[in-house]
T-cell receptor
Framework: GEDVEQSLFLSVREGDSSVINCTYT??????LYWYKQEPGAGLQLLTY?????DMKQDQRLTVLLNKKDKHLSLRIADTQTGDSAIYFC???????????FGPGTRLSVLP | NAGVTQTPKFQVLKTGQSMTLQCAQD?????MYWYRQDPGMGLRLIYY???????DKGEVPNGYNVSRLNKREFSLRLESAAPSQTSVYFC????????FGSGTRLTVV
């Protein structure tokens, strides 16, 4: 079946850039998503990218997709303490439906 | 406020007790989902409902039942709770993207 992998932990210093990586196995993945989960809360959609795109930028967030290697990354520029959260990568072949989630990367931002 | 509402937020059960987790959405979405979240394992799909009147098993359905009462509501029932069901449970609905509830933290002792 489909599988999505992420590193479980990442620590960065405030002001540095964070790069969270994700790999997936499903070659039919059409949409790839990044969700953010703050402590005690549900998941919030950060951004998504369609598989025919290589890059998407939204303010401090940059998503890079290497479809050949099935590798997705999320770069957060000028990381702030408020960015401390768990970040989930998810993929689907059908927009908005039947997601497969990675295990989540816990980002810790150090002062 | 539009969104997905889950109740209760916290619950402690004894082994063998039963309970129902409630979920309601007011966005007129067709699809609704129940996930459980365990450390290091991400979200695993328990059951989903593609539309009112239909339900299907996900990755980890054993020990759970669901009811899609109407388009708004999708409940998850534990008939005989076990310690392995200690987890955080999330309900979600989707039309063109997932919207999650804030979760139910369940402890089974």
């Amino acid at each position: 079946g489909e599988d999505v992998e992420q590193s479980l932990f990442l620590s960065v210093r405030e002001g540095d850039s964070s790069v969270i990586n994700c790999t997936y196995t499903d070659s039919s993945s059409t949409y790839l998503y990044w969700y953010k989960q703050e402590p005690g809360a549900g998941l919030q959609l950060l951004t998504y990218i369609f598989s025919n795109m290589d890059m998407k930028q939204d303010q401090r967030l940059t998503v890079l997709l290497n479809k050949k290697d099935k590798h997705l990354s999320l770069r957060i520029a000028d990381t702030q303490t408020g960015d401390s959260a768990i970040y989930f990568c998810a993929e689907t072949a059908t927009y908005g439906q039947n997601f497969v989630f990675g295990p989540g990367t816990r980002l810790s931002v150090l002062p | 406020n539009a969104g997905v509402t889950q109740t209760p937020k916290f619950q402690v059960l004894k082994t063998g007790q039963s309970m129902t987790l409630q979920c309601a959405q007011d966005m007129n979405h067709n699809s609704m989902y129940w996930y459980r979240q365990d450390p290091g394992m991400g979200l695993r799909l328990i059951y989903y409902s593609a539309s009112e009147g239909t339900t299907d098993k996900g990755e980890v359905p054993n020990g759970y039942n669901v009811s899609r009462l109407n388009k708004r509501e999708f409940s998850l029932r534990l008939e005989s709770a076990a310690p392995s069901q200690t987890s955080v449970y999330f309900c979600a609905s989707s039309e063109d993207g997932y919207t999650f509830g804030s979760g139910t933290r369940l402890t089974v002792v």
